[in-house]
């Protein structure tokens, strides 16, 4: 599946559970810089499916907990092995928070080898914690306030996917339980 920059990868209904996406606004690069090196291969959408289920969602808990590698399809699966990419930047831009401009570098390169699909959804998990841990305070546009960031919204939290915006810079397709 590729994706275009302008919507996160199509969700179908994940049956015994009920998300809701949350609705980031999509991120486009205001760079004057000049374009990265041609990629090796095009930068595919990389869903994270619990194990025997067809449609992408993992808990923030499960990719965290003890278990969650276990969990999950294709764990072990080097994602960006042939993508000529060394780093991405993973950008979260939440709803109502609009004047929150952030974005984290994720390594591709482990002291075991390239990262996996496991090993990166646990970094946007990870990503994803801290970042509502700096800003759960910070006041939120009054027309989103249903996504106000609250350890109780972390907690109903899934990943589903990552997907490449424009250059090096990937956002996190995020739905709550």
């Known amino acids: 599946m590729f ?3 302008s919507q996160p990868p199509a969700l179908s209904h994940i049956p015994g559970r009920t998300y809701t996406r949350i609705p980031q606004r999509i ?5 004057r810089a000049p374009p990265p090196p041609a990629r090796q291969s095009p930068c595919r959408c990389i869903e994270f499916h619990r194990a025997g289920e067809s ?9 965290l907990g003890r278990s969650g590698y276990s969990l999950m399809y294709g764990a072990r699966e080097a994602v960006f092995n042939k993508s000529g990419l060394v780093q991405v930047k993973l950008r979260v831009l939440w709803p109502g928070y609009d004047h929150v401009d952030w974005v984290r570098r994720i390594e591709l390169q482990t002291a075991y080898g390239p990262m996996t699909r496991g090993q990166l959804a646990q970094a946007v998990a990870s990503h994803l914690v801290k970042y509502f841990e700096e800003f759960q305070n910070q006041p939120i546009q009054p027309k989103d306030a249903r996504w106000r960031l609250s350890p109780q919204v972390l907690d109903r939290l899934a990943v ?3 997907w490449n915006v424009c250059e090096d810079t990937w956002m996190a397709e995020f739905l709550l339980e």
Do not use: R
């Open 3 to 5: 994706p275009s920059a």
């Open 27 to 31: 991120y486009k690069s205001t760079s």
């Open 55 to 63: 449609q992408p969602g993992m808990s923030l808990k499960e990719l």
């Open 160 to 162: 589903a996917s990552v």
